[in-house]
């Protein structure tokens, strides 16, 4: 089992930048596919990045490619999301999540498990 912490999130104004930060409890993050989210007022939680156990492969929604940079460090149990040229439409709660295994997935419900939440607000 993990548990996972958010940080990093606040008030920017657009074109700004954020980093994010997911600290993770455990000694088998490596074992662990992570992925960031978010979830704006009044609709789902939409799919943002994510990367393999490794690290080594990230995967991105069409709205944040070229912005957004997912990155994992196993030995520190830690999974960011540098977020560049940030856009008023990227304001959200921004959830880490995690599951156990090899496949990476999407879709919320994939995710065992799930941080707090940390509000990103882009102001324009």
């Known amino acids: 089992q993990v548990q996972l912490v958010e940080s990093g999130g606040g008030l920017v104004q657009a074109g700004g930048s954020l980093r994010l930060s997911c600290v993770a409890s455990?000694?088998?993050?490596?074992?662990?596919?992570t992925a960031w989210f978010r979830q704006a007022p009044g609709k789902e939680r939409d799919f943002v990045a994510a990367?393999?156990?490794?690290?080594?492969?990230?995967y991105y929604a069409d709205s944040v490619k070229g912005r957004f940079t997912i990155s994992k460090d196993n030995a520190k149990n830690t999974v960011s999301l540098q977020m560049n040229s940030l856009k008023p439409e990227d304001t959200a709660v921004y959830y880490c999540?995690?599951?156990?295994?090899?496949?990476?997935?999407?879709?919320?419900?994939?995710?065992?498990?799930w941080g707090q939440g940390t509000q990103v607000t882009v102001s324009s």
């Open positions: 999540a995690a599951n156990q295994g090899y496949s990476v997935s999407y879709t919320p419900r994939f995710y065992d498990y």
């Open positions: 455990g000694r088998t993050f490596n074992q662990y596919v």
């Open positions: 990367t393999s156990r490794s690290g080594a492969t990230p």
